[in-house]
């Protein structure tokens, strides 16, 4: 019983997940199509925390432990590879518009000024 | 009770971790709609790298096992690896880089599925009774794992195994370590392919069922990566950018599939996300090139169509016409709307700076100038508008193909630069063509058009480009940027 409710809870989710994923993004300019793949694909490096969660748990031999090492510096490869190649990218679209589109220019300036990468 | 307990205890509870994967989940959601805008879109990207800190930080803190060491190693292993990559690529190795991220991606979920398997798969198919029902689907759960996890362990592995070699391909095409060229096992292409799924599955169902066997999930594995080499190696380069995009949205089911193994809600919603982006992603890139995503996996673009454009190739010979800098830049210093179209050769060849100053020069004399980019122009969409920023051309001066197409009636150069597949007239009059149907900048519409290309050679898709062959067209051969830095010097001397 316990089994199944946690499963359709899952699917439920993964489900409605799905169906955001699709709203928010079928909204993005072409422009950004590059960044927005660089992006979402640093996101999917979430399965770091798959390696993160398992590596500590009991019955793990030397070999599994190798295994889930390299699985962990590979999600890490992959988010933080990820977003820093995306925010380099995205930098450019930011600098850019000094003579184009005013109030957007200013907003897109503000934003980076504080952060840094 | 002192209060350190108490706050590790708290700091460890289950509804505390939930909140942070909730935050962290939302997180992502509103980033991904920053990136919808240009305005947004850094932001967008810091927030959803926000998200992805605290759904570490909230793993770590729930973790009473030790280990920690181990994955101080891969942190710092990955760290090491990843951001120098990340900072030094070029923004031309882009969509490479993109590709080998997305490749590493898959590669940690396959080997996480690997490790639970080598855990819990001497339990798969064992631990239940099953209940002869209404329901075949209900099990009593005995010991080990139900048996969903097993299913959606063992899609995640042969799925991530897919992605991370057929990223891996694709990246070694686009870095041209592998030839662009499609490479196939010709007509067996598709049973081999279908040979290597069954397999797969079949490995898959078997271990499911019970079969306990490490060397079948290793050899599931390797099914799973002859597959993903498969699919990818008879894929020209001109569909890469759909087969990366493809691979994006696997990677991400998969990584989904593995948060329903491991019940973790934050990989569900982020995997999930990223699947059902990476589809639409695809779509609108196979659309934009007017193939199916079916063709595209189930053969390459080279086949039968490089022979027909190489015959084409041999009625045109001989008719085009070649031109220098200094004719083209009176060509250009006389217009009063030039058009400027990038494409893939501009990249390798760095010349975004170059044209910018280009379009300075011509601007200082009154020209109207602005660039046509079309949808797949480069090696991903949006490829030409990131080298383009890079070298401050103002937005407003990019136009996307449906606003650039009405304009080069009234155009009077067009300069075409190191792009060639979409500016070739055959996908609107040559049914026979490959690229037969897919939308195109209309540059022969303009009074005359420039092409800057290196040589003859037919472009990444391997077809003859008609354009070449037109009276209004002149080709000025040579590397991109020093073919444009060429014209500019003769400009300023004008």
């Known amino acids: 019983m316990i089994i199944a409710s946690t499963l359709t809870t899952n699917l439920a989710i993964l489900v409605l997940a799905g169906f955001i994923g699709f709203v928010v993004i079928s909204k993005v300019p072409n422009t950004l199509h590059t960044p927005l793949m660089s992006g979402t694909n640093a996101i999917h490096g979430i399965v770091l925390l798959g390696g993160l969660l398992i590596v500590g748990l009991s019955g793990n031999g030397t070999f599994n432990k190798v295994i889930l090492v390299i699985a962990i510096a590979f999600g890490t490869i992959n988010v933080v590879g990820g977003f820093l190649v995306t925010d380099r990218m995205l930098e450019m ?16 300036e503000h934003d980076g000024k504080g952060t840094g990468s | 009770m002192n209060g350190l307990p108490l706050a590790t205890s708290f700091l460890q509870n289950q509804s505390f971790l939930d909140v942070l994967y909730i935050i962290a989940f939302g997180l992502f959601i509103q980033g991904l709609r920053g990136l919808s805008g240009p305005t947004t879109a850094v932001r967008g990207n810091r927030i959803a790298a926000v998200g992805m800190a605290i759904a570490v930080i909230a793993t770590l803190l729930n973790r009473n096992e030790g280990n920690w060491g181990l994955i101080a190693l891969g942190i710092a292993i990955g760290t090491a690896v990843g951001v120098p990559a990340a900072r030094r690529v070029k923004m031309t190795a882009m969509p490479q880089m993109v590709a080998l991220f997305n490749g590493v991606g898959g590669g940690a979920v396959f080997l996480i599925s690997w490790s639970e398997f080598r855990r819990y798969g001497s339990t798969y198919g064992s631990h239940f009774v099953q209940v002869n029902s209404a329901f075949s689907a209900v099990n009593f759960h005995v010991g080990g794992v139900p048996t969903y996890v097993a299913i959606f362990s063992v899609f995640a592995a ?3 195994s897919v992605s991370f070699w057929g990223s891996n391909i694709a990246f070694g095409k686009l870095q041209e370590i592998i030839p662009g060229r499609p490479i196939s096992f010709g007509s067996a292409q598709q049973i081999v392919n279908l040979v290597l799924l069954v397999l797969a599955l079949a490995a898959g169902v078997d271990l499911v069922a019970g079969a306990h066997s490490e060397l079948l999930f290793i050899g599931m594995l390797v099914c799973a990566a002859l597959l993903g080499n498969a699919v990818v190696l008879p894929i020209g380069g001109a569909d890469m950018p759909v087969v990366i995009s493809m691979l994006n949205a696997f990677t991400g089911l998969s990584a989904a599939a593995t948060g329903i193994a491991l019940n973790n ?10 699947g059902a982006s990476g589809s639409i992603l695809t779509n609108l890139m196979a659309t934009a090139m007017n193939r199916s995503i079916p063709a595209i996996i189930a053969g390459g673009f080279g086949g039968g169509g490089a022979v027909e454009g190489a015959s084409g190739a041999g009625e045109h010979a001989g008719t085009v016409r070649s031109t220098s800098a200094a004719d083209a830049a009176i060509q250009l210093a006389y217009a009063n709307r030039v058009v400027i179209v990038p494409g893939y050769g501009m990249a390798v060849a760095q010349a975004q700076h170059a044209v910018r100053e280009l379009t300075k020069e011509l601007e200082k004399r009154g020209v109207e100038v602005s660039y046509a980019i079309h949808p797949v122009a480069g090696r991903m969409p949006g490829h030409m508008n990131v080298l383009l920023a890079e070298a401050d051309v103002p937005y407003d001066q990019l136009k996307e193909m449906d606003e650039a197409n009405p304009e080069f009636g009234r155009t009077d150069v067009s300069l075409v630069i190191g792009a060639n597949d979409v500016t070739n007239p055959a996908a609107k ?5 490959p690229i037969y149907g897919m939308p195109i900048l209309e540059v022969s519409n303009s009074h005359s058009v420039i092409v800057i290309k290196r040589s003859m050679n037919p472009g990444f898709a391997g077809i003859e480009n008609e354009l070449y062959y037109e009276p209004e067209t002149t080709m000025l051969f040579g590397d991109a940027k020093s073919a444009v830095s060429e014209i500019t010097a003769e400009l300023a001397q004008l």
């Open chain 1, 93 to 108: 679209f930011k600098s850019k518009p000094k003579q184009g589109g005013g109030d957007a220019a200013g907003k897109g």
């Open chain 2, 429 to 433: 009059n040559n049914p026979s063509s």
């Open chain 2, 158 to 160: 042969i799925v991530g």
């Open chain 2, 265 to 274: 809600p934050a990989l569900i919603v982020a995997g999930m996300i990223v």
